[in-house]
């Protein structure tokens, strides 16, 4: 079943499995990249075939910072600096991932990520079905994405639908810091690899309480996040604050419901399904580029699913068909709570 949370409440989803559970479990009041932080050092203290790799991960700290300390904690063996070299690093962390071990390769931006490409979707994603079950490739390739925050050219890409499209890999994109420490948390201990996408633009948004222990959000589970009747957004990753935001304002107007999906590969279909038949209106909210987005994705599903339950055409609302811009313009190709209300209005006034 998918939890039901607003990521501005303390808590988060309430899916977690594992060593420790919200209820009973002490927590510390984190940001999302500290939750990256905390994720990584919990696993990294609980298993010690996890390891750490990437460019200034170590002595640095990573450049976000998300790996701050975890060099002085566990040492250079499962800290490990690597060359600029992103098809290196992945290529390595496939045939550290092949005989036992669970590296955590970090990509500095997902637009860095595209030397990697062809390590990724033809040699991880295929590792199990070519070598007939022999080998698994347990490891989890992580990458801050998204723009908002004034980057230079190639380091504000969105192109998540790209990992969805690959047979193979799992792709999750967390918009909470509770929800960030448990789905990675998932995602390490998961036998096949996973694409783990981080909204920068939120790394130090806001903060949220999370459990110090160890514990799990299931992959593959969606969160409504907010209640509503009129219509549902879908919506992942950074995009899902000013959704809410749009929702709120939109309260006593359209009774909005919020879904954010946190998967995208595998889709909780049953939750997707199951809120768009309840409100037969829906919307999606995403920051890349509309043609071939995931959102195109999830427009299929729910015809196929539910076209008998549809009340209007399916909004997408998301970034445009050009390169990312750069500064300024960023607020304008980014979804923000104004063209989201407007999306939204339209989609029910059909």
């Known amino acids: 079943m998918a939890s039901h949370a607003n990521p501005e409440a303390g808590g988060g989803a309430q899916a977690e499995t594992g060593d420790a559970t919200a209820a009973d479990a002490e927590t510390e009041s984190l940001t999302l990249v500290q939750a990256v932080r905390d994720g990584l050092a919990t696993e990294m203290a609980r298993d010690e075939d996890v390891l750490v790799m990437g460019e200034d991960v170590g002595k640095n700290g990573g450049v976000f910072r998300a790996t701050e300390g975890l060099y002085e904690e566990f040492g250079e063996d499962r800290v490990i600096d690597t060359p600029l070299a992103e098809s290196g ?8 991932a092949a005989y036992g071990l669970k590296p955590v390769p970090e990509i500095q931006f997902l637009g860095f990520i595209y030397p990697a490409f062809d390590q990724i979707v033809s040699h991880a994603a295929r590792l199990r079905t070519r070598s007939r079950g022999r080998f698994t490739c347990p490891m989890v390739i992580r990458a801050p994405y998204g723009g908002g925050i004034r980057a230079p050219e190639h380091h504000s890409e969105s192109t998540e639908a790209m990992f969805a499209h690959q047979p193979g890999l799992k792709v999750v994109i967390p918009s909470t810091p509770y929800d960030t420490k448990g789905l990675l948390t998932s995602a390490i201990r998961d036998p096949d690899p996973v694409i ?4 920068k633009l939120i790394y130090r948004a806001f903060r949220e309480e999370v459990p110090t222990g160890s514990y799990e959000v299931p992959i593959g589970e969606a969160a409504v996040r907010r209640e509503g009747e009129d219509i549902s957004v879908f919506t992942w990753g950074a995009m899902t604050r000013p959704t809410l935001e749009a929702a709120a304002e939109l309260e006593g107007e359209i009774d909005v419901e919020v879904v954010d999906v946190r998967t995208i590969s595998p889709l909780d279909e049953e939750t997707v399904v199951a809120s768009f038949e309840k409100t037969g209106r829906a919307a999606i909210v995403h920051e890349a580029p509309k043609t071939g987005g995931f959102g195109a994705e999830l427009v299929a599903t729910l015809q196929e ?4 339950y549809q009340e209007a055409p399916i909004k997408r609302i998301t970034g445009f068909d050009t390169p990312f811009p750069l500064y300024a313009l960023e607020d304008y190709y980014l979804p923000e709570p104004a063209r989201i209300v407007d999306g939204i209005r339209e989609a029910v006034a059909f």
């Open 89 to 96: 690093i992945v290529g390595t962390a496939i045939g550290m």
């Open 196 to 199: 783990f996408l981080e909204p």
């Open 305 to 308: 699913h539910s076209l008998l």
